[in-house]
């Protein structure tokens, strides 16, 4: 994998998690699977990708809006969510991202903006062994509009006392991207690490 780094000093940098330091989107999309399948939902393999950086709960509104489901947000949040703690041990860093990371530790201020709830986003950072690299962690819990508002980033660059102007973020997900350049942040897309497989519809 390489990195298309942009020209000049930044003053900070801003990481999302999944799929972007961790290699923990099949991880997730195996959870989703096994929580929905009890409902009768099907969630493509290509459209949960899509969906990269969207809240948990939004995600399930989504989902019942466009199949006329009515399945509770929260409570499929906390299951899958529940699930994907169990799988946490398969998760591996995606180390261009994590090495970068890694170089400017001590040197310039870090942050990562998530779409995830942040205990959930901690527990991956501490999987993969680069928790302690960050000043800053974003969540869910600490901004009212999810990606691909600026919200995120914007509370990133907040937390590290960055103007965003003099960020770099990395994403993984053109939502993301959005959100990052929203906020006025210079970017850098980070390949994907493996291709969707075709998911499997559960079964009604």
Same mark, same amino acid.
């Given at each position: 994998?390489?990195?298309?780094?942009?020209?000049?000093?930044?003053?900070?940098?801003?990481?999302?998690?999944?799929?972007?330091?961790?290699?923990?989107?099949?991880?997730?999309?195996?959870?989703?699977?096994?929580?929905?399948? *009890?409902?009768?939902?099907?969630?493509?393999?290509?459209?949960?990708?899509?969906?990269?950086?969207?809240?948990?709960?939004?995600?399930?509104?989504?989902?019942?809006?466009?199949?006329?489901?009515?399945?509770?947000?929260?409570?499929?949040? =906390? /299951?899958?969510?529940?699930?994907?703690? *169990?799988?946490?041990?398969?998760? #591996?860093?995606?180390?261009?991202?994590?090495?970068?990371?890694?170089?400017?530790?001590?040197?310039?201020?870090?942050?990562?903006?998530?779409?995830?709830?942040?205990?959930?986003?901690? =527990?991956?950072?501490?999987?993969?062994?680069?928790? /302690?690299?960050?000043?800053?962690?974003?969540?869910?819990? /600490?901004?009212?509009?999810?990606?691909?508002?600026?919200?995120?980033?914007?509370?990133?660059? *907040?937390?590290?006392?960055? /103007?965003?102007?003099?960020?770099?973020?990395?994403?993984? #997900?053109?939502?993301?991207?959005?959100?990052?350049?929203?906020?006025?942040?210079?970017?850098?897309?980070?390949?994907?690490?493996?291709?969707?497989? =075709?998911?499997?519809?559960?079964? =009604?």
């Amino acid at each position: 994998m390489t990195l298309q780094i942009p020209d000049g000093d930044f003053d900070g940098y801003v990481f999302d998690c999944d799929g972007t330091l961790a290699d923990s989107m099949p991880v997730h999309y195996e959870a989703w699977v096994e929580t929905l399948a *009890r409902f009768g939902c099907d969630f493509p393999e290509p459209y949960f990708y899509e969906l990269g950086g969207v809240p948990t709960e939004r995600i399930v509104e989504m989902l019942n809006e466009q199949q006329g489901l009515n399945m509770p947000p929260v409570e499929i949040a =906390r /299951d899958k969510e529940a699930l994907y703690i *169990r799988l946490i041990p398969h998760i #591996t860093p995606i180390r261009p991202v994590v090495d970068f990371a890694r170089r400017f530790h001590g040197k310039k201020p870090l942050a990562v903006a998530s779409g995830g709830h942040r205990g959930i986003v901690r =527990r991956t950072l501490t999987a993969i062994g680069i928790v /302690d690299l960050f000043t800053a962690i974003v969540g869910a819990e /600490d901004y009212a509009h999810g990606k691909p508002a600026p919200d995120p980033f914007l509370e990133a660059a *907040r937390q590290l006392g960055v /103007d965003p102007a003099r960020c770099l973020a990395f994403e993984d #997900t053109a939502l993301g991207i959005q959100s990052a350049s929203s906020a006025g942040m210079a970017t850098v897309r980070v390949p994907a690490t493996r291709l969707p497989r =075709r998911a499997k519809p559960a079964t =009604r």
